[in-house]
């Protein structure tokens, strides 16, 4: 766990990068199908950004990497029905809403940005010209992450 999660639980800290196969799972089988295509390029996603986000992030997502395709392979083989599979990662996005409140707020609000996103790319694998960079309407449908409570942070300015 990096320092910057450190006001957590290695419990509550395992939820937030479980969070990240939940997404995965969430959008890419948006449709009823998951393809191979929409968890690689998720993989990619994870991997790149243990590398280009802000610091407070990054090793995080290296964190994430370590196990990334263990946890969607379990979450596949577990939630295979659709419906079932929604209402289970409802529920355990959900439940980091209290986590999230936890984290110092620009960090809380900078990761919650990040999962969005993370989202948003996932949704274009699978789309568009060559399967990129188009978001199909199942998965527009769930891009919010509704059951997220968005956290802000404003930067105050210098007086």
Do not use: C
């Amino acid at each position: 766990m990096t320092e910057y999660f450190k006001v957590l639980s290695d419990s509550e800290y395992d939820q937030l990068k479980d969070a990240i196969s939940l997404i995965t799972i969430y959008i890419a089988g948006a449709d009823g199908e998951i393809v191979e295509d929409e968890t690689n390029w998720a993989k990619k996603i994870a991997k790149i950004r243990s590398y280009t986000l802000p610091e407070s992030l990054k090793e995080f997502y290296l964190d994430v990497g370590v196990d990334f395709q263990d946890r969607i392979d379990n979450y596949m083989k577990t939630l295979s029905n659709m419906q079932t599979r929604n209402n289970t990662v409802s529920e355990k996005l959900t439940a980091l809403n209290p986590i999230l409140a936890k984290l110092p707020p620009k960090l809380g609000a900078t990761l919650y940005g990040s999962l969005k996103t993370f989202a948003k790319h996932v949704a274009k694998a699978s789309g568009g010209f060559l399967g990129f960079f188009a978001i199909g309407p199942a998965e527009a449908a769930l891009l919010d992450l509704e059951m997220i409570t968005p956290i802000v942070w404003v930067e105050e300015e210098e007086a």
